[in-house]
Each structure stands twice: as structure tokens, then as C-alpha cells.
Nanobody, 126 residues
Framework: VQLVESGGGLVQAGDSLRLSCAAS????????VGWFRQTPGKEREFVAA????????KYADAVKGRFIISRDNSVNTVYLQMNSLKPEDTAVYYC????????????????????WGRGTQVTVSS
């Protein structure tokens, strides 16, 4: 399974962006998927995750109420809708999948995800 992120860019505070994570391989539909972000000099941090069924999601406190993660398994894509963006949301955003099929829970810990995309830059100006 290969993951490719898209949708990043430069926006102003208060704007919205939608990131996409397109995956190859049928097994993607069976995997939990998460979004993480990283800024220079800091550790990669959890943003949001969705269970393979799409019916259970988790969010970091910093984005709760502003970001929405969703998936469309028919097109092997996971989305991150980001609303009311803030300058502190500026980061490289990574899509990741946990190659553990049919998990009963949503993973939020970075080390549970073993498949990673290359990232997409999101910059929010004030």
C-alpha cells in the first residue's frame, strides 16, 4: 500500500482546506488511517484518525471541533477537512495507515502506524 497526500497550501487564518490521502491496494479499506503533523524541531504529533469502517473517529484536542476526518473506501481515499485554520496549524501533514486488518478500536499512537505518505505542507498566515 502506498499513500499520497494532496491538498496542502498557503491560506489565511480562518480559511479552510481539505487534505486527501489516496492509497493504492485493496487492503487499505481494512486499515485504520490517521493524520499526523510535524513542524521543524518538534516531534510528529497525532491529529486525527478513523477506523477502517469509517464509523469511529478520534481527534487531538487542538483540532477537535475544527477538523473532520472521513474516508471513502470505494475510492481508497481518506480526507481531512480543516476549518477555522490557525497559524499554529502550520505544519507538514502526513497520512498514515496501520496495516492491522479490521481493528476494533481507533489507533492514535504514532508507533501503531507503519505505512506513511511523504506529507503535504500546510501554511496558515495570520
Amino acid at each position: 500500500v502506498q499513500l499520497v497526500e494532496s491538498g496542502g497550501g498557503l491560506v489565511q487564518a480562518g480559511d479552510s482546506l481539505r487534505l486527501s490521502c489516496a492509497a493504492s491496494g485493496r487492503a487499505f479499506a481494512d486499515y485504520n488511517v490517521g493524520w499526523f503533523r510535524q513542524t521543524p524541531g518538534k516531534e510528529r504529533e497525532f491529529v486525527a484518525a478513523v477506523r477502517w469502517t469509517g464509523d469511529n473517529t478520534k481527534y487531538a484536542d487542538a483540532v477537535k471541533g475544527r477538523f473532520i476526518i472521513s474516508r471513502d473506501n470505494s475510492v481508497n481515499t481518506v480526507y481531512l477537512q480543516m476549518n477555522s485554520l490557525k497559524p499554529e496549524d502550520t505544519a507538514v501533514y502526513y497520512c498514515a495507515a496501520a496495516s492491522f486488518q479490521h481493528s476494533a478500536i481507533v489507533f492514535t499512537i504514532l508507533r501503531r502506524f507503519d505505512l506513511w505518505g511523504r506529507g503535504t505542507q500546510v501554511t496558515v498566515s495570520s
